[in-house]
């Protein structure tokens, strides 16, 4: 089994920044790619940022220049810094990551409860 816990979620104002962390624990041989989605209020969960296992990163248009996706493979963590934050950056921000118990076992999807984040204009 594997648990993902989030943190870092909160109200702000337009403007300022924001830290979500995520670590994951379990049963864990090795974890390939980690991001970060968020679903706002009446619209559907979409990508964020996405880090691969090698560190390379993608982010959805909005937010680029904006946020950054960071990892840490020892500790198995990944961070989400949000500066800049807009309104419509308002949602709550869930935590996924790909992961495999052993060597010879398939990627398994798992997502946290998500971290509310409210920015205020």
């Known amino acids: 089994q594997v648990q993902l816990v989030e943190s870092g979620g909160g109200l702000v104002q337009a403007g300022e920044s924001l830290r979500l962390s995520c670590a994951a624990s379990?049963?864990?041989?090795?974890?390939?790619?980690m991001g970060w989605y968020r679903q706002a209020p009446g619209k559907q969960r979409e990508s964020v940022a996405v880090?691969?296992?090698?560190?390379?990163?993608s982010y959805a248009d909005s937010v680029k220049g904006r946020f950054t996706i960071s990892r840490d493979n020892a500790k198995n963590t990944v961070n989400l810094q949000m500066n800049s934050l807009k309104p419509e950056d308002t949602a709550v921000y869930y935590c996924?990551?790909?992961?495999?118990?052993?060597?010879?076992?398939?990627?398994?999807?798992?997502w946290g409860k998500g971290t509310l984040v409210t920015v205020s204009s």
């Open positions: 996924h990551i790909q992961a495999r118990w052993g060597l010879s076992s398939d990627y398994v999807s798992y």
């Open positions: 379990g049963s864990i041989f090795s974890i390939s790619t």
């Open positions: 880090i691969s296992s090698g560190g390379s990163t």
